[in-house]
């Protein structure tokens, strides 16, 4: 059941207005937050113009080898927040947002709304949008008690290949390493996720076949054999995501050979050339 935001009236699921002030069931960003998100961006440029102008007057700004220290973060920031609030003021609220929304002011309200909303954000939002509604869906899941499907949503959103990628910004721009701290972060989901009860299959160079994986992430019967294609999975799913990989190694395999071909023959074409060359 819908529960309307203004009038609290309880709609039927398929409603699209209240029925009883008309309001629609399914609002976009309301015109208090876009002002609020706007004012806030436009305060974050001018900051940003006023350490620009007091790195002009004092001339020689020392340079810390950091990014708040280079004039050039400080631009940028001053012209593009003014544009990231224009966009928000006025940008219509995409429809899985929508869905999202509704879905969380339901948490309390009705929980099975709420599944059923965040099921249609999730079949209406493009790719990088779905570990937000995953990892949301994952939590109601739990605490609707099915752990299983709660469990395959949090590994899907750990899997999600920019699981970190926010992350990873910040800890580059900081002067880390992006690919270090992601990695990092993964292992600690997986070891995370494995204690929630998953199991990590990967394929087994020794056994050259997918296997499921012990605690150190090694194939049980070679333990020092390489392992590629670690891959998370709910223990009902083991014999899908074993054929998947499978499926992909075949796919990769294709593809290799299609590129070895493309050298040889690129490799003979030059030789007959240049034995055509020095004969002329
Ligand atoms: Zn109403
Ligand atoms: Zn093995």
Known sequence: MIHCDKCKTVNPPEQRYCLTCHRDLLPGTSFFVRVLGFIIMLGIAAFAAWVLWKMYQAEDVPDLGCFVSSPIWWGLLAVIMPIAGLV?????????????????????????????????????????ARAAILKERGKLLDALG?????????????EDASAHD??????SLLGADK????NKMREQDRS??????????GYCRGCRMPVELNEKSRCPRHPHRKVSDIRLAVPEDTKTIKAEIIENRKREDRKRLISWI???LAILLLYFTFKYIIMA
């Open 88 to 128: 928000f003021l006025f940008k219509r609220t995409p429809i899985h947002e929508r869905y999202l929304d509704r879905a969380k002011r339901h948490l309390t309200l009705d929980q099975q709304q709420a599944l059923a909303d965040l099921n249609e954000a999730l079949r209406l939002a493009p790719e990088k």
């Open 146 to 158: 099915q752990t299983q499907q709660a469990l395959r949503d949090r590994i899907a959103v750990a």
């Open 166 to 171: 926010a992350g990873g910004d910040v800890v």
């Open 179 to 182: 690919d270090t701290f992601v």
């Open 192 to 201: 995370l996720l494995r204690s929630a009860g998953a199991v990590a299959i």
């Open 262 to 264: 493309i050298v040889i």
